[in-house]
T-cell receptor
Framework: DAKTTQPPSMDCAEGRAANLPCNHS???????VYWYRQIHSQGPQYIIH???NNETNEMASLIITEDRKSSTLILPHATLRDTAVYYC?????????????FGQGTTLQVKP | DAGVTQSPTHLIKTRGQQVTLRCSPK?????VSWYQQALGQGPQFIFQ???????QRGNFPDRFSGHQFPNYSSELNVNALLLGDSALYLC?????????????FGSGTQLSVL
């Protein structure tokens, strides 16, 4: 079973920041939090990942709480092309095992 | 630089038949993982191949098998197809040497079993 809990759906106005929450209260100390998104009929696309420090890249920012029990993905200026299903994933196992356990994800609808 | 490529993009089979799906990993990657995604669900891990061997396996029956070739490409085989095998099959590649390396996914093969 997935180790994360996400709201099933969210709306965001175009140009505004989209803040997607994720709970992972049973995360272990060496497990990373990954975010992927999936646009209809395409494969999941990597967004960002982190262990305990906040991370930022060209796509998004990841804020992880100090107790690591939850995190928030921030899309700073959402566009219509950001409409997708967003998956928060805790990576099981050490190193590169390739096994990601996906939950149901959050469907983000960006509206004009 | 080509990403992960999968073939075919769509496939229609009937119950009881066998199917083979193919995947070429991203350049520089040596590890291939396969996922099944039913309609409206998140992808589920099937198995992972590295150095031509199955390294990890999810909760899938033996009807699902795979192979990895010396050039790192991979095949997913499903025997005795069931209606419930209808799904999007995704291939993901990564580099074993990378620590917590991100997975790159292909666009998938849509399998319909009639």
């Amino acid at each position: 079973d997935a180790k994360t809990t996400q709201p099933p759906s969210m709306d965001c106005a175009e140009g505004r920041a989209a803040n997607l929450p994720c709970n992972h209260s049973t995360i272990s100390g060496n497990e990373y939090v990954y975010w992927y998104r999936q646009i209809h009929s395409q494969g999941p696309q990597y967004i960002i990942h982190g262990l305990k420090n906040n991370e930022t890249n060209e796509m998004a920012s990841l804020i992880i709480t100090e107790d690591r029990k939850s995190s928030t993905l921030i899309l700073p200026h959402a566009t219509l092309r950001d409409t997708a299903v967003y998956y928060c994933i805790v990576r099981v196992g050490s190193g590169n095992t390739g096994k990601l356990i996906f939950g149901q994800g959050t469907t983000l609808q960006v509206k004009p | 630089d080509a990403g992960v490529t999968q073939s075919p993009t769509h496939l229609i089979k009937t119950r009881g038949q066998q199917v083979t799906l193919r995947c070429s990993p991203k350049s520089g990657h040596d590890t291939v993982s396969w996922y099944q995604q039913a309609l409206g669900q998140g992808p589920q891990f099937i198995f992972q191949y590295y150095e031509e061997e199955e390294r990890q396996r999810g909760n899938f029956p033996d009807r699902f098998s795979g192979h990895q070739f010396p050039n790192y490409s991979s095949e997913l085989n499903v025997n005795a197809l069931l209606l419930g095998d209808s799904a999007l099959y995704l291939c993901a590649s990564s580099s074993r040497g990378g620590r917590n390396e991100k997975l790159f996914f292909g666009s998938g093969t849509q399998l319909s079993v009639l």
